[in-house]
């Protein structure tokens, strides 16, 4: 650890019962460090107490999300290097989801999302299906997603306006998008992309795309497509006149 160098650490703490407040720490870094290792350094030395959720440490876990001056990201893949370190640096959980503990909080509206999602179907028979590279790729694109939820805290339908009852989210359009556009997936899933998880509420800030630490194009690759195709089924012309006139109820 190199000599003398301290960081100040304006940590929230405390949780919705108890009072919400910030809290000054002086943490002796190593320029080398992440932003996680000194608030493991705080969590040794002079806050035993202090929630933090971490897991992998390598970006690959999504666990320890955070906002680090203002700016969504993963505390481990955030370098004290590309901070000035002469200036206090704040860390604070999460805004989009409701505070546990100091930096943790409750994210399981998105496991409960992603349970209600119709899985994969595969084709009836076992007989060969071919599938193309090109297609392998931009499903597998989609699957690089950790789960941090990155995507979901920036989302302004989430966050601004808490319209967890009318927008899936980011994470999820990535999620249906990776099952829409599996070559072999017999599924339909646009009637719940359009009502169910409101594909209509994403404006296309392009906000979740620029804080993706896998850097997945959510925007322009997952959820143009989606909204795509359900203007495909549901207001274009030329479609809905070749359904009324072939599909039969």
Not at 111 to 116: G, L
Request: hydrophobic letters at 35%; one cysteine or more.
């Amino acid at each position: 650890m190199a000599e003398d160098l301290k960081v100040n650490l304006n940590v929230q703490r405390g949780t919705p019962e108890s009072g919400i407040h910030m809290e000054e720490y002086e943490v002796p870094v190593d320029p080398k460090m992440v932003v996680l290792d000194a608030v493991h350094e705080l969590q040794a030395i002079q806050a035993p107490d202090l929630a933090v959720r971490w897991n992998c440490k390598a970006g690959k876990c999504g666990s320890c999300s955070a906002e680090v001056n203002g700016k969504p990201r993963l505390m481990c893949m955030s370098r004290l290097s590309d901070y000035d370190l002469n200036e206090t640096l704040t860390i604070k959980p999460m805004k989009t989801f409701p505070l546990i503990k100091d930096l943790v909080t409750d994210v399981s509206w998105n496991y409960e999302v992603n349970k209600n999602i119709k899985p994969y179907a595969h084709p009836e028979g076992t007989e060969y299906h071919k599938m193309y590279q090109e297609e392998v790729d931009r499903v597998q694109e989609f699957r690089k997603c950790i789960e941090c939820f990155l995507c979901q805290n920036v989302c302004h339908v989430l966050r601004s306006h808490d319209r967890k009852d009318a927008f899936a989210g980011p994470r999820f359009m990535v999620r249906l998008a990776s099952l829409e556009m599996h070559p072999l997936d017999t599924a339909d899933r646009i009637p719940d992309i359009r009502e169910k998880y409101g594909v209509g509420f994403c404006n296309i800030t392009r906000c979740c795309t620029e804080v993706c630490p896998e850097e997945i194009p959510i925007t322009d690759e997952a959820i143009i497509a989606l909204k795509e195709r359900v203007v495909d089924r549901y207001y274009d012309p030329v479609s809905m006149f070749v359904r009324k006139l072939f599909v039969r109820n």
